[in-house]
């Protein structure tokens, strides 16, 4: 059972960690899920929160996320004190969910050491740590071997080597992922794998992050890790979360509300909670509220017909065609999130595609740059507000916020300008209000 306690406050939530395919890692003492049925059995509790994060790379970087988040939220008194009027016995718990996700492996491959040819055995867990990451078997390992052997020699080539083309393709296929486009799964909706064509965009318009280079020839592998965890938070949500929240939802009666709130990838996992295996699961009951907070999943997700290609529905429309959401789904975006707005077109096999201003939607491009889109859903395009300023958010309605004025700290290094500049009054407010309207 693992209780975590906000800084500087008394307010606790439960940390519930899942293994990489989606089962909850064992407690010595209890599954954390456990305790919280037993709470919710004994409590009276009103409300459930249901938190995911995104790009972290292990569990305290999760705890942090949620000390900042939840203790936002805690900060915003005027819409606690809201919601009390309606429900004077407002009782909540905090649930934040832990999966293992690195997408881009920055931090190994930016370290100079890494490369050094003496360092057999860096070299060595590098090459493990990215089999675990894309494909365990061993023909993976010998193609991340050539792969990396050719970094050594030179990371930044005037062409990609034909061994290390050919060796990018035999893990893009050990990876299992598909590209089956738009519409397709989290992890395969994407074109073709073309590591020549991701080398020479990059190389043609090499793309920084703070101290990090994202060009040369270990760009495809930082693609290719990429997908592989947008598969894994689908299946961590249709799996380890779809079922969490069966068992939450059964246990509780139907005056409990819950709500979820998501981030980047978390994103994926909150709709792949909703909808289920490949989107077919049904929930005990509707969640209250969803929060999609610069999302990084397709900006035609929730649709019932994708506009560049008709006839196919977005992965998650069951979620809006089925109403798994009593409430309003509010969604934030900022101009200044470039992982969104550049990695994220990059890495779904479209080049020299850089979008913020743009008068027809692109095929690939992600909720947090352009809001849930498509035909089907009841949307409302407006400014994030201030503290100050009311929502009239309403049921059954998807609300994208242009949240650019607040989401705008582009000094958070690694990862990509404002992406991850979300523990705001504002962006708190907006949640507050969507529960508020549920």
Not at 180 to 208: H, N, Q, Y
Not at 333 to 352: E, N, S, V
Request: hydrophobic residues 40%; negative net charge.
């Amino acid at each position: 059972m693992i209780i975590e306690t906000i800084s500087g406050t008394s307010l606790q939530y439960y940390l519930i960690p899942f293994d990489a395919v989606g089962n909850e890692r064992d407690d010595p003492q209890a599954k954390t899920s456990q305790k919280i049925l037993n709470i919710l059995s004994n409590e009276p509790i009103t409300d459930v929160f249901i938190f995911s994060h995104g790009w972290m790379s292990d569990v305290n970087g999760a705890r942090q996320q949620y000390n900042k988040w939840i203790g936002a939220m805690q900060n915003n008194l005027n819409d606690i004190a809201q919601i009390k009027q309606v429900c004077p016995e407002f009782y909540p718990l905090l649930i934040g969910l832990y999966w293992p996700s690195l997408p881009w492996g920055n931090e190994e491959l930016s370290s100079a050491v890494s490369f050094e040819p003496t360092f057999t055995s860096s070299l060595e867990s590098l090459i493990e740590e990215y089999a675990q990451r894309i494909a365990d078997t061993e023909i993976s390992r010998q193609a991340l071997k050539t792969v990396f052997h050719a970094a050594i020699e030179d990371a930044v080539p005037d062409y990609m080597p034909l061994e290390v083309s050919q060796a990018y393709e035999v893990l893009n296929r050990e990876s299992g992922l598909g590209n089956d486009g738009e519409g397709a799964a989290p992890g395969s909706d994407r074109l073709s794998f073309d590591p020549e064509g991701i080398f020479e965009a990059t190389k043609a318009e090499p793309v920084e992050f703070g101290q990090f280079n994202f060009s040369g020839i270990l760009m495809p592998l930082r693609v290719l890790s990429f997908w592989k965890m947008k598969d894994r938070a689908r299946q961590i949500g249709e799996t380890g979360g779809f079922e969490l929240l069966a068992k939450l939802q059964k246990a509780t009666p139907n005056t409990v509300r819950f709500h979820l709130m998501g981030h980047s990838f978390g994103c994926i996992v909150v709709s792949a909670m909703l909808a289920g295996s490949k989107g077919h699961n049904t929930l005990v009951r509707p969640v209250n509220s969803v929060s999609l907070v610069q999302g990084a999943l397709s900006l035609w997700s929730y649709c019932a017909d994708i506009t560049v290609l008709p006839g196919r529905p977005g992965y998650f429309h069951s979620v809006v065609s089925e109403n798994k959401v009593a409430g309003p789904i509010i969604t934030t975006q900022t101009k200044l999130d470039a992982a969104l707005g550049k990695m994220y077109p990059l890495a779904a096999g479209i080049r020299h595609q850089i979008v913020f201003e743009t008068v027809e939607l692109p095929q690939f491009g992600a909720v947090g740059t352009f809001g849930a889109c498509g035909s089907g859903l009841e949307v409302i395009n407006m400014k994030m507000l201030s503290v100050d300023e009311s929502y009239s958010f309403t049921a059954g309605k998807i609300y994208n916020l242009d949240s650019t004025q607040y989401i705008c700290d582009t000094h958070d290094g690694i990862f990509v300008g404002a992406h991850n500049d979300i523990a705001k009054p504002e962006v708190a407010h907006a949640v507050w209000q969507a529960v508020l309207a549920s």
